[in-house]
């Protein structure tokens, strides 16, 4: 599937897709009509064709708006000059933050994902953010080749171990207050730091 525009979206282009990035998060792809989202926008449905070939290219452009900004920290982390440990470290803590700057497509991904009908949605999030998974993969295995990281767990298990993490945070950081042991976990800088520490060194002392 591809979009009428490939280029930078228009401001009026821009403004449907953040009014359907609500709309999909609250009631999913399939419970969201192009009537709706034009109507939110204040814009005649004939205006989203105008933009979008369909609902599903529509979706798709949230999607990759969402993923575009990630893709930018991927390529300031990458940086030769620093120890591909920090790198891992760095990109961690931004991923964690993108969640939370984009709270309603990361919600809509988490929904499309539980629901029995959303299978096909899935698929199209693979098709968008699978190019962004394999780079994180890749950041892996330049830090296994150097020897900087265990090579005997498989790449794709610690990015999907980094992603999952951040994703249970996401999940239930509005309850970390209610618990006096995680006392400062409720400030994301301090657990990405606490878990990139865990996912890189481990939890066991080491034994001389």
């Given amino acids: 599937m591809t979009l009428k525009m490939e280029e930078e979206l228009t401001e009026g282009a821009l403004r449907i897709v953040k009014i359907a990035e609500v709309l999909f998060a609250e009631h999913g792809y399939s419970g969201t009509s192009l009537n709706a989202i034009a109507k939110q926008s204040g814009v005649s449905k004939a205006n989203i064709f105008h933009h979008f070939e369909n609902k599903e290219a529509l979706y798709l452009t949230v999607l990759r708006q969402a993923s575009k900004e990630m893709s930018g ?27 939370f700057n984009n709270k309603n497509v990361t919600r809509l991904i988490l929904r499309e994902m539980q629901e029995d009908n959303g299978q096909q949605n899935v698929s199209m999030a693979r098709d968008v953010l699978g190019e962004h998974f394999t780079r994180v993969v890749g950041l892996i295995e330049t830090a296994q080749s150097e020897n900087k990281i265990k090579n005997t767990i498989p790449a794709a298990v610690i990015a999907m171990t980094m992603v999952a993490g951040n994703v249970f945070y996401f999940q239930v950081h509005k309850f970390l207050d209610q618990f006096p042991e995680l006392s400062g976990a409720e400030v994301p800088q301090n657990y990405s730091s606490a878990f990139s520490e865990i996912l890189l060194n481990g939890i066991l002392n080491n034994k001389d």
Avoid at 76 to 92: A, F, G, H, L, V
């Fill in 73 to 99: 920290v991927l390529d300031e982390i990458r940086n030769p000059n620093s120890p591909t440990e920090d790198q891992i470290k760095q990109y961690s803590l931004q991923h964690l933050m993108n969640l």
